[in-house]
Nanobody
Framework: LQLVESGGALVQPGGSLRLSCTAIDLRFDLYAIGWFRQAPGKEREGVSC????????VYGDSVKGRFTSSRVNAKNTAYLEMNSLKSEDAAEYFC?????????????????????WGNGTTVTVSS
């Protein structure tokens, strides 16, 4: 079982980036997928969750309106589209599979039910 993140890069403030999370040896369509991030010296922060159907999403307050979480089950891949990036968005980004098809009801519970973590991809926001 593996979750492999990709797409991390150096981007200028105000720019956009799309991260991918590809599952290997996992019934991808059974699990909600979450995105988390951790900046140096800071605690890990919940970013988003997308349900198995893609029809339900949850976002952390700091990214609402700027980030979009989606998935293509046929490709075993989830995406995090990030727009209007700020310097404070710079972090290691991790995807995670939940032990459930549904996302937690709100961002306050976004850590509940995590089944498996990926290894992360680095996003740097700098001019």
């Amino acid at each position: 079982l593996q979750l492999v993140e990709s797409g991390g890069a150096l981007v200028q403030p105000g720019g956009s980036l799309r991260l991918s999370c590809t599952a290997i040896d996992l019934r991808f369509d059974l699990y909600a997928i979450g995105w988390f991030r951790q900046a140096p010296g800071k605690e890990r922060e919940g970013v988003s969750c997308v349900s198995t159907s893609g029809g339900s999403t949850v976002y952390g307050d700091s990214v609402k309106g700027r980030f979009t979480s989606s998935r293509v089950n046929a490709k075993n891949t989830a995406y995090l589209e990030m727009n209007s990036l700020k310097s404070e968005d710079a972090a290691e980004y991790f995807c995670a599979a939940y032990a459930s098809s549904a996302c937690p009801p709100s961002s306050r519970e976004i850590y509940i039910g995590i089944y498996y973590w990926g290894n992360g991809t680095t996003v740097t926001v700098s001019s």
